[in-house]
C-alpha cells in the first residue's frame, strides 16, 4: 500500500512552459485534492475532486487545470508557468469510510525561473 | 472572511509540559469537521486527529486531544507531556458542508512550536 505518492519531487520550469505534476493513490479513496504551499505559510487549495469524473475549483485555480478520468489518478498541469507558481505541491486523498481522514503525499517542489 | 484562524504564529513550550494550540473556524453550515495536522521540518504532512461538527465527545489520539467548543467556534489541539519531537509546524483545517465537501479542506496559517530541552 504506497499510501499516495507524487511525482516528480523536484522540478525547474522555465517561464511559459508547461507541465503536469502526477499524483495517485491506491486506497481507492473517493476525493482527491491538490493544494500549494508558499513559503512560511499555510496550504491553500487549488482544485478538488469528489470522485472520478467530477472535479471543481478551490481558492486558487488560476493557472492550473485538473481531471479525473479514474479514482486513482488526478494530476495536475500549469498550463503556461509563472514565477509567482514557485511553491511546494501537496496531493491528497481523503475517505468518508470510517473515520474521515485526509492523507498527503510527500510534495513536489517547483521552481519557476 | 477568513474561516480558520491560528492566532499563534509561534510558540516555545518545555519538554514534558502540556501544550494547547488555539484555532478558531467560522462557518454557518451545521455540518463540518475539523482537523490537524503536524507538518515537521522535513515537509511531510501528517494527520493528527478530526472532529466532526456532530460528535458528542472530544476526539482523542494517543496524546493528541481537541478541545470542541462548539458554541465558541473553537478546536483547540491539546499535547500531554510534550517532546522534543513534537517541534513542528501544526495545521488546523475545516471541511466545511457534509461528506460531499470532503475534499474541499481548507487550511490556517499555522503555529510553530518549539520544544525546549
Known amino acids: 500500500n504506497a499510501g499516495v505518492t507524487q511525482t516528480p519531487k523536484f522540478q525547474v520550469l522555465k517561464t511559459g512552459q508547461s507541465m503536469t505534476l502526477q499524483c495517485a493513490q491506491d486506497?481507492?479513496?473517493?476525493?482527491m485534492s491538490w493544494y500549494r504551499q508558499d513559503p512560511g505559510m499555510g496550504l491553500r487549495l487549488i482544485h478538488y475532486?469528489?470522485?472520478?469524473?467530477?472535479?471543481d475549483q478551490g481558492e486558487v485555480p488560476n493557472g492550473y487545470n485538473v481531471s479525473r478520468s479514474t479514482t486513482e489518478d488526478f494530476p495536475l498541469r500549469l498550463l503556461s508557468a509563472a514565477p509567482s507558481q514557485t511553491s511546494v505541491y501537496f496531493c491528497?486523498?481523503?475517505?468518508?469510510?470510517?473515520?474521515?481522514?485526509?492523507?498527503f503525499g510527500p510534495g513536489t517542489r517547483l521552481l519557476v525561473l | 472572511a477568513q474561516k480558520i484562524t491560528q492566532t499563534q504564529p509561534g510558540m516555545f513550550v518545555q519538554e514534558k509540559e502540556a501544550v494547547t494550540l488555539d484555532c478558531t473556524y467560522d462557518?454557518?453550515?451545521?455540518?463540518?469537521?475539523l482537523f490537524w495536522y503536524k507538518q515537521p521540518s522535513s515537509g511531510e504532512m501528517i494527520f493528527l486527529i478530526y472532529q466532526g461538527s456532530y460528535d458528542q465527545q472530544n476526539a482523542t489520539e494517543g496524546r493528541y486531544s481537541l478541545n470542541f467548543q462548539k458554541a465558541r467556534k473553537s478546536a483547540n489541539l491539546v499535547i500531554s507531556a510534550s517532546q522534543l519531537g513534537d517541534s513542528a509546524m501544526y495545521f488546523c483545517a475545516m471541511r466545511e458542508g457534509g461528506y460531499s465537501s470532503a475534499s474541499k479542506i481548507i487550511f490556517g496559517s499555522g503555529t510553530r512550536l518549539s520544544i525546549r530541552p
Open positions: 491528497a486523498s481523503s475517505t468518508t469510510r470510517g473515520r474521515e481522514t485526509q492523507y
Open positions: 475532486s469528489v470522485g472520478a469524473g467530477i472535479t
Open positions: 486506497m481507492n479513496h473517493e476525493y
Open positions: 462557518t454557518s453550515d451545521p455540518s463540518y469537521g
